[in-house]
């Protein structure tokens, strides 16, 4: 109660609050000042000289991603680990996330994370995605966001559109960057001893995302396997597009251009098989399916040869197949390639290749239906007005004939 | 109470009973509409087109206010409950103004939480981890915290004051670290870019736990322990070390969110021995908790003794817990996983609300004129010790279940549908948990009034006694 303690109390508070305010601001210096330096300073150093920023649209894309709590489900952020690696590619070097207002890093991971995401799905396949997850993928437990569209998945507010035009960009500078950038990071990084530092540039690809699709590239070959393994991953990761059976009226078919193959109409090769499930197709939703092991991709290929049912091959007359051969070296060469391999002159110029019938056949029915209607949402043009009936027949047949040729 | 017959028998200053329960009320209100927030995002993992989507109700959106409101709407009433109730026992002098508390307590849940709310299920908000409330929700919190300290510390400061507490100066603490560590996790990291603004946001992360919540749910453990037992702490000199350990280590933990990132690893090896040693400063402080404790048992008769004793051993736990998966070998496999939302969860609802219960319950006793009903709250112990056991212990094995899927070379999907068997019994987790917490609103608002103080006649006693202040008050005023 005397005066003294009372000074002794207070002074010591006051010195308290000092000493306390000072550790707070050390904390910041060592721990927020002192490395926003360093990543300032590599920034600098690593950046390629004009890395694309944001548009006006895809920043609008990056509020909507912001507000729903996309980060808190899915990182943006590949770490400098093997696992990380081995699933996204390669890891996350500052400059990258120079234009991030604020970070999206992420803490959790529920679904993968999306460092990488640009170019792994096409933009249809996104908006479907949105407007129903689970109409593509039977197992995700992704929210909806119905609210982003007017009805339904191919009419999306301009609020969806922002959301893809920004899913796009993730990963797009270092992807933009090139081998001509990774080069001068890696100068500009001058860290050859370091091992950790050295990982952002030992990915085996910038994108490592096993569903990106790839427009060429070996497939390994399949194994024999067994069925119901092969019917239980059909019904959870194939169904949901391609139907129960095979016969593309899943749920997820309805918003996507091109529509899911119709695998009962058509006859696949196995190694056509092994080279869609390893690759994808590219230009079209159907995704690579890479992380599956070679087992679990043969036993698919399996299930998907089940849906379709042999025809017996007629027998057809001279006339007919040399119809077909005129008007498929007039008309369709050029993209299918002379020998139906898919391999035509003009290939580069289209976004989704177009069938290699030696390794794909459709039934009859299906190959007038494609030469009539042509194929929504591939160049594959209606030919009804510019050929005859009997020239249509003709080439329907013809394109069959090349099923199993070799190359 | 009992503290401050001692020092101050003659002047015991007033303690103003109705900002105490405004602010309990209020915590406890906002408790279940967190807890509601919690359950539907959990549901919706299960669910996940509940109820049409509307954007309103989108997972996003109600993870958000979850964590807010827990952290800002339950945490933060409960404590300024407690400070009304503590401060001038603490200090012997009553708190700067009642017209300021009504001013805090309007600012705070009608400026502050129940806006911020309305604004993320709205889709205003951002995307950082405990500052998703919008920026201009921000200020008003930064404008409250600075009159909270203009209410709560001048009394600490005052002349003639001749008692020291540890819980004061975990009180001083929190209040001041949070003014200032608040702004840089929330402002910060909108003006800096990418892994800088990361960096920032990490610290955040952390300070929101270590210099929000864990001052104050220690100063709660710190005051309701000599209260209710009606002994000092054990050791002063611990609860000095342990307190300075907290303040000197918490900050610097911060990057231990952002292992194996580009930020330079010299800055995330500082922060991960800071994570380790900070686990050895806890056991410093629980052991003195628990010294102090000795002979009440693990399970006291008093209830908000009670639940500061589980709080203090749940702290234990988790700050163990939290050392060993920062870690680099542990952090690489778990980090990402549901076991950090099994941590969270033990720190928040297991530490954080057990604390934040149990001074609750200890404040409700002493007002004279509270309704009170003791049975209600001896089952929302009991409802609230099993579902955090049951949700904890769950979450951790998803965690490592996910962990283990993510090293392998399986589809990310395999990971998501081997998590849902947890996920229901984590949904599940929130039967008791929720009736716990209905529970303890019942404890605070059926019963008769004044049953609270029969309560403490019949536990541990309203007499005053000469050797309950601590030790160094006592050398400190000559060993009187």
């Known amino acids: 109660m005397n005066g003294e303690t009372g000074r002794f109390l207070r002074t010591s508070y006051v010195v308290a609050s000092v000493c306390g305010v000072a550790f707070f601001v050390m904390s910041v210096a060592l721990l927020g000042i002192w490395p926003g330096r360093v990543l300032e300073d590599e920034t600098r150093r690593m950046s390629p000289e004009h890395p694309l920023g944001l548009s006006i649209s895809e920043q609008r894309g990056r509020v909507v991603y912001s507000r729903e709590g996309c980060a808190y489900c899915h990182s943006q952020q590949v770490r400098y680990l093997h696992t990380d690696m081995a699933r996204f590619g390669a890891p996350t070097l500052a400059w990258e996330?120079?234009?991030?207002?604020?970070?999206?890093?992420?803490?959790?991971?529920?679904?993968?994370?999306?460092?990488?995401?640009?170019?792994?799905?096409?933009?249809?396949?996104?908006?479907?995605?949105?407007?129903?997850?689970r109409n593509l993928v039977a197992d995700s437990v992704m929210p909806a966001?119905?609210?982003?569209?007017?009805?339904?998945?191919?009419?999306?507010?301009?609020?969806?559109?922002?959301?893809?035009?920004?899913?796009?960009?993730?990963?797009?500078?270092?992807?933009?960057?090139?081998?001509?950038?990774?080069?001068?990071?890696?100068?500009?990084?001058?860290?050859?001893?370091?091992?950790?530092?050295?990982?952002?540039?030992?990915?085996?690809?910038?994108?490592?995302?096993?569903?990106?699709?790839?427009?060429?590239?070996?497939?390994?070959?399949?194994?024999?396997?067994?069925?119901?393994?092969?019917?239980?991953?059909?019904?959870?990761?194939?169904?949901?597009?391609?139907?129960?059976?095979?016969?593309?009226?899943?749920?997820?078919?309805?918003?996507?251009?091109?529509?899911?193959?119709?695998?009962?109409?058509?006859?696949?090769?196995?190694?056509?098989?092994?080279?869609?499930?390893?690759?994808?197709?590219?230009?079209?939703?159907?995704?690579?399916?890479?992380?599956?092991?070679?087992?679990?991709?043969?036993?698919?290929?399996?299930?998907?040869?089940?849906?379709?049912?042999?025809?017996?091959?007629?027998?057809?007359?001279?006339?007919?197949?040399?119809?077909?051969?005129?008007?498929?070296?007039?008309?369709?060469?050029?993209?299918?390639?002379?020998?139906?391999?898919?391999?035509?002159?003009?290939?580069?110029?289209?976004?989704?290749?177009?069938?290699?019938?030696?390794?794909?056949?459709?039934?009859?029915?299906?190959?007038?239906?494609?030469?009539?209607?042509?194929?929504?949402?591939?160049?594959?043009?209606?030919?009804?007005?510019?050929?005859?009936?009997?020239?249509?027949?003709?080439?329907?047949?013809?394109?069959?004939?090349?099923?199993?040729?070799?190359? | 109470m009992a503290l401050s017959e001692n020092a101050h028998s003659n002047a015991a200053p007033a303690v103003e009973t109705r900002l105490v329960y405004a602010h309990g009320l209020a915590a406890i209100v906002t408790l279940l509409i967190s807890v509601t927030f919690g359950i539907l995002a959990s549901v919706e993992l299960l669910v996940p087109d509940l109820a049409g989507n509307p954007a309103w109700l989108s997972w996003g959106r109600l993870r958000y206010d979850h964590t807010q409101g827990i952290m800002l709407g339950w945490l933060g009433n409960a404590f300024f409950a407690f400070l009304y109730h503590a401060v001038p026992l603490l200090t012997g002098r009553p708190v700067t103004s009642v017209r300021l508390g009504q001013w805090i307590f309007g600012?705070?849940?009608?400026?502050?939480?129940?806006?911020?709310?309305?604004?993320?299920?709205?889709?205003?908000?951002?995307?950082?981890?405990?500052?998703?409330?919008?920026?201009?929700?921000?200020?008003?919190?930064?404008?409250?915290?600075?009159?909270?300290?203009?209410?709560?510390?001048?009394?600490?400061?005052?002349?003639?004051?001749?008692?020291?507490?540890?819980?004061?100066?975990?009180?001083?603490?929190?209040?001041?670290?949070?003014?200032?560590?608040?702004?840089?996790?929330?402002?910060?990291?909108?003006?800096?870019?990418?892994?800088?603004?990361?960096?920032?946001?990490?610290?955040?992360?952390?300070?929101?736990?270590?210099?929000?919540?864990?001052?104050?749910?220690?100063?709660?453990?710190?005051?309701?322990?000599?209260?209710?037992?009606?002994?000092?702490?054990?050791?002063?000199?611990?609860?000095?070390?342990?307190?300075?350990?907290?303040f000197f280590l918490y900050p610097l933990n911060g990057t231990h969110h952002y292992v194996f990132s580009v930020i330079p690893m010299s800055a995330q090896i500082g922060a991960i021995t800071a994570s380790a040693l900070l686990g050895v400063d806890v056991i410093i402080v629980v052991t003195n908790l628990l010294l102090s404790l000795r002979g009440a048992g693990v399970f006291p008769r008093d209830i908000g003794l009670r639940f500061a004793a589980m709080s203090t051993i749940f702290y234990l736990i988790v700050s163990i817990q939290g050392s060993v998966q920062a870690q680099m070998a542990v952090n690489q496999a778990v980090h990402f996983s549901d076991w950090v939302i099994g941590h969270s969860h033990l720190a928040m609802l297991g530490f954080a609300t057990f604390a934040a219960a149990g001074g609750l319950a200890h404040v409700w006793q002493r007002i004279p004129w509270a309704r009170y009903n003791a049975r209600a709250l001896e089952w929302s112990y009991w409802l609230l010790f099993a579902g955090v056991i049951l949700m904890v212990t769950d979450l951790s094995i998803a965690g490592l279940v996910e962990a283990r899927l993510w090293q392998s070379a399986a589809p990310w999907l395999d990971s998501v549908r081997a998590a849902r068997p947890y996920w229901i019994v984590r949904t599940g987790s929130a039967i008791p948990i929720a009736a716990g917490f209905l529970a303890l609103l019942a404890g605070f608002t059926t019963g008769r009034r004044g049953a609270g103080l029969d309560e403490i006649d019949q536990t541990v006693g309203r007499k005053p006694v000469e050797h309950i202040a601590p030790r160094l008050a006592r050398a400190a005023s000559g060993g009187a």
Request: net charge negative; aromatic share 12%; glycine share 10%.
């Open chain 1, 145 to 407: 966001y119905p609210s982003l569209f007017d009805g339904s998945s191919d009419r999306p507010r301009q609020e969806a559109r922002d959301l893809v035009a920004y899913l796009e960009t993730l990963g797009r500078a270092r992807e933009l960057a090139g081998p001509e950038g990774e080069a001068r990071a890696r100068t500009a990084c001058n860290c050859p001893d370091d091992e950790m530092k050295q990982m952002a540039f030992q990915a085996a690809a910038l994108n490592m995302n096993p569903a990106r699709t790839r427009r060429q590239g070996a497939a390994p070959p399949l194994p024999s396997a067994g069925m119901d393994r092969g019917r239980e991953l059909y019904a959870h990761d194939c169904a949901a597009c391609h139907g129960a059976r095979g016969e593309a009226g899943g749920p997820g078919s309805a918003g996507l251009h091109p529509k899911p193959a119709n695998l009962a109409a058509h006859e696949y090769s196995n190694a056509r098989l092994s080279y869609v499930l390893w690759n994808g197709v590219a230009g079209t939703s159907m995704q690579a399916w890479r992380d599956l092991s070679a087992e679990d991709r043969a036993a698919l290929a399996q299930v998907v040869r089940s849906f379709y049912t042999p025809q017996t091959e007629p027998a057809l007359p001279a006339d007919i197949t040399d119809l077909g051969a005129r008007v498929y070296a007039a008309n369709c060469s050029q993209c299918h390639g002379e020998h139906g391999g898919g391999d035509g002159s003009a290939v580069a110029e289209l976004r989704m290749a177009p069938t290699d019938f030696r390794g794909t056949r459709p039934t009859i029915a299906e190959s007038l239906r494609a030469l009539r209607n042509g194929v929504e949402g591939t160049q594959m043009a209606p030919w009804t007005g510019r050929l005859s009936e009997a020239e249509l027949s003709a080439a329907a047949y013809y394109v069959r004939g090349f099923f199993g040729k070799p190359q």
């Open chain 2, 107 to 246: 600012l705070w849940n009608f400026a502050v939480v129940a806006p911020g709310w309305v604004l993320v299920l709205a889709g205003f908000s951002q995307p950082l981890e405990w500052a998703e409330f919008p920026l201009a929700v921000d200020a008003f919190v930064v404008l409250a915290l600075v009159l909270a300290i203009v209410q709560f510390l001048p009394p600490f400061f005052w002349r003639g004051l001749e008692d020291l507490y540890v819980s004061s100066w975990y009180v001083i603490g929190a209040l001041v670290f949070t003014v200032l560590a608040y702004p840089m996790g929330n402002f910060v990291p909108e003006l800096v870019p990418g892994a800088r603004g990361a960096a920032f946001s990490g610290l955040w992360i952390h300070d929101a736990v270590g210099l929000f919540v864990t001052p104050l749910a220690l100063a709660i453990i710190y005051f309701v322990i000599p209260a209710a037992t009606r002994r000092p702490i054990y050791s002063h000199f611990l609860s000095m070390l342990g307190f300075w350990l907290l």
């Open chain 1, 97 to 133: 996330t120079r234009f991030d207002y604020p970070h999206l890093w992420g803490t959790r991971r529920i679904g993968p994370d999306l460092a990488r995401e640009g170019g792994v799905h096409p933009e249809d396949w996104h908006f479907a995605h949105l407007y129903a997850p």
